[in-house]
């Protein structure tokens, strides 16, 4: 994934920068037709087992509802990218985030398209202190046909 230069304000930890990154390396790998680079057992453990992932208005709780959402809509998925643009912090620390970015996108017999995207990330401490999401929402363009 590219972090634009800037992305980040001071106040996002190292881990959670850490954690951040590794989510968008292993969602831009899911369009990956190779099992070494596609992991996605590794993306649903970044959440907690009860954990809400959100995408183009479509809700899955736990990692099972993850798992199978993800391979599924993103088995015609050729390539992706998710240029991160900027992460906000809410609340009384790093672990309430807002960010804004872009992604590239390109399906069989198409032209790559560029979308907008935003997402909102709720961050808890795991077992022996690993942060793992709670709840991610990833809102695209409305007018992306997975928004409607």
Same mark, same amino acid.
């Given at each position: 994934?590219?972090?634009?230069?800037?992305?980040? #304000?001071?106040?996002?930890?190292?881990?959670?920068?850490?954690?951040?990154?590794?989510?968008?390396?292993?969602?831009?790998?899911?369009?990956?037709?190779?099992?070494?680079?596609?992991?996605?057992?590794?993306?649903?453990?970044?959440?907690?087992?009860?954990?809400?992932?959100?995408?183009?208005?479509?809700?899955?709780?736990?990692?099972?509802? =993850?798992?199978?959402?993800?391979?599924?809509?993103?088995?015609?998925?050729?390539?992706?990218?998710?240029?991160?643009?900027?992460?906000?912090?809410?609340?009384?620390?790093?672990?309430?985030?807002?960010?804004?970015?872009?992604?590239?996108?390109?399906? #069989?017999?198409?032209?790559?398209?560029?979308?907008?995207?935003?997402?909102?990330?709720?961050?808890? #401490?795991?077992?022996?202190?690993?942060?793992?999401?709670?709840?991610?929402?990833? =809102?695209?363009?409305?007018?992306?046909?997975?928004?409607?």
């Amino acid at each position: 994934m590219t972090i634009l230069p800037g992305a980040f #304000p001071e106040t996002v930890t190292e881990p959670v920068r850490e954690l951040l990154e590794e989510f968008y390396r292993l969602s831009n790998a899911a369009s990956s037709h190779t099992p070494h680079d596609k992991d996605e057992q590794r993306f649903v453990s970044l959440f907690t087992p009860d954990g809400v992932y959100e995408f183009a208005g479509k809700k899955q709780v736990g990692h099972d509802a =993850i798992l199978a959402f993800r391979e599924q809509l993103f088995a015609n998925v050729e390539h992706r990218d998710h240029p991160l643009v900027k992460v906000y912090t809410f609340g009384a620390n790093d672990l309430e985030l807002l960010a804004l970015g872009q992604v590239v996108y390109q399906e #069989p017999g198409e032209e790559p398209h560029l979308e907008e995207w935003a997402g909102r990330y709720s961050i808890v #401490p795991g077992p022996a202190g690993k942060l793992l999401f709670t709840h991610v929402q990833i =809102i695209l363009n409305p007018h992306h046909p997975n928004e409607k």
